[in-house]
């Protein structure tokens, strides 16, 4: 069975750093853009950004450029999400997500997300 | 970059049919036929339903079926059983090369 394994639950004080883990298995990992998405308490998921392991071409929703790094380690099927000074607004759940895209005339299209980590509860509290 | 409207809740008696609307723009939904919707309960991780508008992934129930007109898509639920109950996102490709997602929609069974 495919699987996205993510590191766990964190707790965490306001301006700490903080890099987070999703772990592919049994799929050919650098081949498949993953992608972030953050699910803040009581809140609608939104998509924060997404990587290509296998050169790590990067894109970011505006909403969290320059807010939180997205990298990858193909050699260990392995990608993150990091911050560098954490804020109480960033506590939430984060999962990784394998999204299905296509190539045509230059340009990548981001289909669908059909294999969801279950998910790393980050909290930011003093 | 905005969330796409969806309504906040909907409910409807077992059996009964229910549609899920998701409107954007034609830089997202209008624009392109990367729909996606997504099934989510408590504490749990979202679950593909539809893609690309209107097509089911192996082992989704037929009583789940997308459409699209312009700038809006929908999902419907025919036959609606108590597991259903659950939170639904839409989601769309967006011309800035990114995905955006739906505000979520409550899915109550009475």
């Known amino acids: 069975e495919v699987q996205l394994v993510q590191s766990g639950g964190e707790v965490k004080k306001p301006g700490e750093s903080l890099k987070i883990s999703c772990k592919g298995s049994?799929?050919?990992?650098?081949?498949?853009?993953i992608a972030w998405v953050r699910q803040m308490p009581g809140k609608g998921l939104e998509w924060m950004g997404i990587i290509y392991p296998d050169d790590s071409d990067t894109r970011y929703s505006p909403s969290f450029q320059g807010q939180v790094t997205i990298s990858a380690d193909k050699s260990t099927s392995t990608a993150y999400l990091q911050w560098s000074s954490l804020k109480a607004s960033d506590t939430a759940i984060y999962y990784c997500?394998?999204?299905?895209?296509?190539?045509?005339?230059?340009?990548?299209?981001?289909?669908?997300?059909?294999?969801w980590g279950k998910g790393t509860a980050v909290t930011v509290s003093s | 970059q905005s969330a796409l409207t969806q309504p906040a809740s909907v409910s409807g008696s077992p059996g009964q049919s229910i549609t899920i609307s998701c409107t954007g723009t034609s830089s997202d939904v209008g624009g392109y036929n990367y729909v996606s919707w997504y099934q989510q309960y408590p504490g749990k991780a979202p679950k593909l339903m539809i893609y690309?508008?209107?097509n089911r992934p192996s082992g989704i129930s037929n009583r789940f079926s997308g459409s699209k007109s312009g700038n809006t898509a929908s999902l419907t639920i025919s036959g609606l059983q108590a597991e259903d109950e659950a939170d639904y996102y839409c989601?769309?490709?967006?011309?800035?090369?990114?995905?955006?997602f739906g505000t979520g929609t409550k899915v109550t069974v009475l």
């Open positions: 989601n769309s490709y967006t011309s800035i090369s990114t995905s955006v």
């Open positions: 997500t394998r999204h299905r895209a296509g190539y045509h005339k230059g340009t990548y299209y981001f289909y669908y997300m059909d294999v």
């Open positions: 690309d508008v209107s």
């Open positions: 049994r799929y050919s990992f650098s081949g498949y853009w």
